[in-house]
């Protein structure tokens, strides 16, 4: 069975920082290039950033670019999200997701696996 299970959530102020994990169980985590979306009440879920599978390659997007850092260790089977510079707007639920194509993917609906969620909210 697998499972992705996301921790670190929680609430902080405008400029601060926040680390989320994501650890991976039932699947081999390094065959899939691992992605972390969000979901802002009332809007659509959005990407938000992607590691390759050997963690060569990153891609953001453009909201986040330059304060979030997305990283992976596969010997622990774990992806983070670095989140330094929170603002207002980046209060959402945060997903991770696992995808096991070869081109970094951006769309929800590319990624075969997702974990529960966990909640981000900065306050202003």
């Known amino acids: 069975q697998v499972e992705l299970v996301e921790s670190g959530g929680g609430l902080v102020q405008a400029g601060g920082s926040l680390r989320l994990s994501c650890a991976a169980s039932?699947?081999?985590?390094?065959?899939?290039?691992m992605a972390w979306f969000r979901q802002a009440l009332g809007k659509e879920r959005e990407f938000v950033a992607v590691?390759?599978?050997?963690?060569?390659?990153?891609f953001y997007a453009d909201s986040v670019k330059g304060r979030f850092t997305v990283s992976r260790d596969n010997t622990k089977a774990t992806v983070w999200l670095q989140m330094n510079g929170l603002k207002p707007e980046d209060t959402a639920v945060y997903y991770c997701?696992?995808?096991?194509?070869?081109?970094?993917?951006?769309?929800?609906?590319?990624?075969?696996?997702w974990g529960q969620g966990t909640q981000v909210t900065v306050s202003s």
């Open positions: 997701a696992a995808d096991s194509a070869f081109v970094l993917n951006s769309r929800p609906r590319d990624y075969k696996y």
């Open positions: 039932g699947i081999t985590m390094s065959n899939y290039n």
């Open positions: 590691i390759k599978w050997s963690g060569s390659a990153t």
